[in-house]
């Protein structure tokens, strides 16, 4: 069975970079123009600590079904813990770095801040990397304990391979199969168990044994 591959921090780590370039990017031009500093509402950090709750209850009750065997794991259930945990992933990153890209910017400036401003946007980055860590924790839940899978299905005894195929051909005759055969007169009425019956020709003579 193919092993399942892990996202690639370094992907995560592009897109954290991205949404703190852009946070920056929106401070200096809102400060540019004279408008008001952007804050982020509380609920916003909130939202992604709770998203990644979510996701690691989630993880902690599949990996729990994996390790004691209390049931079957449903696949689809699997395959959609395992989409989210990676889109977390990117969302956690993106706006976690968009946070910290404004508090960066904010806290850059000659005249400091009061707290009610850049405290929702570290609190921001602060949700942003609770997400991501959670989101990694579902992953790795999402993966099969080693040598689950390591075992592979063995070959039946009676089902001829292909050495057999061209060891039977080279003989002239047809290979073994694990289904029994019925006899002449049973396969002229089952046909779709063992083939159409074999052709009755004339009869023959045994030739006599000499001093016979």
């Given at each position: ?83 989210a945990s990676r889109a977390g992933q990117l969302v956690g990153a993106g706006l976690g770095g968009f946070g910290g890209g404004l508090a960066l910017a904010v806290l850059g400036r000659s005249v400091a801040p009061p707290p009610a401003t850049w405290l929702p946007m ?91």
């Open positions: 069975m193919r092993r399942l591959e892990r996202s690639n921090p370094i992907v995560t780590l592009a897109v954290a970079a991205v949404g703190a370039a852009l946070g920056i990017l929106v401070q200096l031009a809102l400060s540019g123009r004279g408008a008001p500093t952007l804050v982020p509402p509380l609920s916003l950090p909130v939202s992604l600590i709770f998203i990644g709750a979510v996701l690691a209850a989630l993880g902690i009750r599949l990996r729990r079904s994996l390790k004691r065997g209390t049931g079957a794991v449903d696949p689809f259930h699997a395959v959609r813990l395992l989409a570290a609190l921001t980055l602060l949700g942003g990397a609770v997400l991501v860590g959670c989101a990694v924790f579902a992953e790795r839940c999402c993966r099969i304990p080693p040598g689950a899978d390591d075992e592979e299905p063995a070959e039946t005894p009676g089902e001829p391979g292909p050495a057999d195929q061209a060891a039977f051909l080279r003989l002239g005759r047809p290979p073994r199969s694990s289904t029994p055969c019925l006899p002449p007169a049973a396969s002229e009425v089952y046909k779709g168990r063992c083939g159409p019956a074999p052709a009755r020709g004339p009869a023959r003579i045994a030739a006599p044994w000499p001093g016979d």
